[in-house]
């Protein structure tokens, strides 16, 4: 392949614009011209070897670059990322150069082999793999220093030199993407594989769970309505509801990770080789040696990060978990206020008022857990993880703890604590559509609605400006620059993980929360995709093959939600009334059932493959390939020898 490289033609005649790099305004220019001769710059010299413009603005600054890359440059790019692609025979392989004929629907001339969002990608990996060589520091900023093998675009990034790096859209492609996708009202599956061919995998995996988790829930609100409607308080249909839905919550997980196992497979994805993971933008420390790589890098003692994390971390996570409880405690006092006004009244206005403390404590622990985030994110920071993947951990761990907390300790403390079930349903009921609403409004219509104003503003100011430029490229790029980031999947996973809370939890205390959840799941669908369209710049297309972290805590949920049903059930009447005399019996029974519903449980995550025969077939054939493709060369080399 390093033959294939001096090959490469460094001007592309018809020059196609990928992601945009914006500078901060007033940067000197022997660093203009340093970065950018080292993003054009052969890779035998450690360019990027890619294609660079400059877009022109009003006033005749040259902050705003366009970024691109020859035909040629991306099928070599696409072998370096390990992309996987569809070969002749159906099967699925990971892209080589020098095998590129083998790959349907490959020609020389066609420039669509590659989707726009593996392009991006490639020229992010390429931007991001930018290394300093022999510098010290950035032209014309001594106080940024370099060192051999320290990423240059990441220095430029923490430095304030580099503003961002985004991708462009495509704007007939999103068109397209756009009325199939949510352009009509229709009761169908989403176009997935449009999703995943313009916005990558991880963001496809996200929405195809959430299409998957809303069809999933259609039994239980099913079931729940006739439940709820009729008000069966007997016992059978009690615990029958409820195992219904312990076996559910099983079910579904397991049958996710066969579906996501067919879609990724088919996506290239689950073949995918894990890359050596490079030390994230944050890390910092002293310059040592790297024992796997053997370059230079910061280098920083794992002791004082334990410490920071033990002595800081953890007890600043024990006093907001303290201070959620404290708030927790005033919102009962407000229950029992309220509560004592309508005995005195008797009232509608007094009727109404007993759902104010919920609504407002609803309110509270959107703003607690919004503010906690910051917190999390800063301290998780502060902790200095080398990897990206070690720093995600620790940052979902310290929010699923409090979100769960803060959401569902109120609930706990009424269950069984109070013992109050009717104050339970209605403070279920209450937080779980309050926190929907919110929700709905923060993450999509608020951000559109300002997005809106903003392009009106705009579109009005471009307009009004003379310039030779291109100027639909020029408003495209000026438009998107000033549009929101979207920082992942997080935050949508999380709310769908307290959703899925509320459902499992308490559901045979309030069965109508699945009929809420689908409701709400149904106008997310909407509302995410008029978000990832319209509101926010376009993300980076990011290969994964599962949603990672969030099985896992999905079914740690549903573990959790075993326990809490089965002392519900235990604590019911109808489950009382069989143990009058002996209080220890009742709690050993309800023991020994939660013990056999969990092996249960397990049996089935152990019985239902993760991957379905025909995709386990196929994974087993390709290993059996490369051994034997393996065994050839090293019997090649020997006879050479």
């Known amino acids: 392949m390093k033959e294939t490289w001096s090959f490469l033609d460094a001007l592309e005649p018809n020059f196609r614009p990928l992601v945009v790099i914006e500078l901060a305004k007033g940067t000197k220019k022997e660093t203009i011209e340093w970065f950018t001769k080292r993003i054009v710059d052969k890779k035998a010299n450690g360019g990027a070897q890619l294609l660079i413009k400059p877009l022109v603005t009003e006033n005749g600054d040259e902050?705003?670059?366009?970024?691109?890359?020859?035909?040629?440059?991306?099928?070599?790019?696409?072998?370096?990322?390990?992309?996987?692609k569809e070969?002749?025979?159906?099967?699925?392989?990971?892209?080589?150069?020098?095998?590129?004929?083998?790959?349907?629907?490959?020609?020389?001339?066609?420039?669509?082999?590659?989707?726009?969002?593996?392009?991006?990608?490639?020229?992010?990996?390429?931007?991001?793999?930018?290394?300093?060589r022999d510098e010290k520091m950035i032209p014309g900023y001594p106080q940024a220093k370099l060192y051999p093998g320290k990423s240059i675009v990441r220095r430029l990034l923490t430095n304030g030199i580099l503003v961002q790096i985004f991708p462009l859209h495509d704007r007939e492609e999103l068109k397209k993407l756009r009325h199939t996708w949510y352009g009509r009202v229709k009761i169908g599956y989403q176009p997935l594989d449009e999703i995943r061919s313009y916005f990558g995998e991880t963001i496809a995996l996200?929405?195809?769970?959430?299409?998957?988790?809303?069809?999933?829930?259609?039994?239980?609100?099913?079931?729940g309505i006739p439940y709820y409607v009729f008000a069966w308080e007997d016992y059978d249909k009690y615990v029958m509801f409820a195992t219904f839905n312990l076996l559910w919550s099983t079910v579904i997980l397991e049958v996710w990770k066969r579906i996501c196992a067919v879609m990724t497979y088919h996506w290239g994805t689950l073949l995918m080789k894990r890359q050596f993971e490079e030390p994230r933008p944050g890390f910092h420390g002293a310059l040592g040696i790297n024992p796997v790589t053997g370059r230079e890098e910061p280098v920083y003692s794992s002791i004082k990060r334990q410490l920071r994390i033990y002595l800081v971390s953890v007890p600043f996570v024990c006093l907001c978990l303290y201070f959620s409880l404290y708030v927790m405690m005033i919102y009962f006092d407000l229950e029992h206020w309220a509560l004592d006004y309508h005995e005195e009244n008797k009232s509608t206005f007094s009727s109404l008022m007993l759902y104010v403390p919920s609504i407002i404590y609803a309110v509270v622990i959107e703003i607690m857990n919004r503010i906690y985030r910051y917190a999390a994110e800063f301290l998780?920071?502060?902790?200095?993880?080398?990897?990206?993947?070690?720093?995600?951990?620790?940052?979902?761990?310290?929010?699923?703890?409090?979100?769960?907390?803060?959401?569902?300790?109120?609930?706990?403390?009424?269950?069984?604590?109070?013992?109050?079930?009717?104050l339970l349903r209605q403070s279920l009921a209450t937080l779980l559509i309050t926190s929907q609403i919110l929700n709905q409004f923060a993450e999509s219509l608020l951000p559109y609605w300002l997005q809106k104003r903003h392009v009106k503003k705009m579109k009005k100011h471009m307009h009004s400006l003379k310039t030779d430029?291109?100027?639909?490229?020029?408003?495209?790029?000026?438009?998107?620059?000033?549009?929101?980031?979207?920082?992942?999947?997080?935050?949508?996973?999380?709310?769908?993980?307290?959703?899925?809370?509320?459902?499992?939890?308490?559901?045979?205390?309030?069965?109508?929360?699945?009929?809420?959840?689908?409701?709400?799941?149904?106008t997310e669908i909407y509302s995410d995709a008029l978000k990832m369209c319209r509101v926010y710049k376009r993300p980076f297309a990011e290969p994964t093959a599962n949603i990672g972290v969030w099985?896992?805590?999905?079914?740690?949920?549903?573990?959790?939600?075993?326990?809490?049903?089965?002392?519900?059930?235990?604590?019911?009447?109808?489950?009382?009334?069989?143990?009058?005399?002996?209080?220890?019996?009742?709690?050993?029974?309800?023991?020994?059932?939660?013990?056999l519903l969990l092996a249960i449980k397990f049996v089935m995550a152990f019985v239902i493959p993760d991957k379905p025969r025909e995709i386990q077939i196929k994974l087993a054939k390709l290993e059996f390939e490369s051994l034997e493709a393996l065994k050839q060369q090293v019997l090649a080399a020997l006879s050479v020898v």
């Open 63 to 84: 902050n705003i670059y366009l970024v691109g890359a020859s035909h040629l440059r991306l099928l070599l790019g696409a072998e370096t990322v390990g992309l996987v």
């Open 87 to 132: 070969c002749n025979d159906n099967s699925m392989r990971s892209f080589t150069y020098s095998s590129r004929k083998t790959f349907k629907d490959f020609a020389d001339d066609n420039h669509n082999f590659l989707t726009m969002s593996e392009c991006q990608y490639i020229i992010k990996h390429e931007l991001e793999n930018l290394r300093a």
């Open 206 to 223: 996200y929405f195809g769970f959430l299409e998957y988790f809303t069809f999933a829930l259609i039994p239980m609100a099913v079931i």
């Open 380 to 422: 998780t920071s502060w902790e200095n993880h080398r990897l990206e993947s070690s720093y995600q951990n620790h940052l979902i761990l310290k929010v699923l703890v409090f979100n769960f907390l803060n959401c569902f300790a109120s609930l706990f403390y009424i269950a069984f604590v109070l013992f109050d079930m009717k």
């Open 469 to 522: 430029a291109d100027l639909s490229l020029v408003e495209q790029v000026n438009l998107e620059k000033e549009m929101g980031t979207y920082f992942g999947t997080f935050d949508d996973y999380l709310e769908l993980f307290l959703q899925f809370g509320y459902v499992s939890l308490f559901s045979c205390v309030y069965p109508l929360a699945a009929v809420f959840a689908v409701l709400n799941n149904v």
């Open 551 to 595: 099985q896992l805590a999905f079914e740690t949920m549903s573990v959790i939600s075993v326990v809490t049903n089965c002392v519900l059930i235990g604590m019911s009447p109808q489950v009382n009334a069989l143990f009058p005399d002996s209080k220890m019996d009742l709690v050993l029974t309800v023991a020994l059932v939660e013990h």
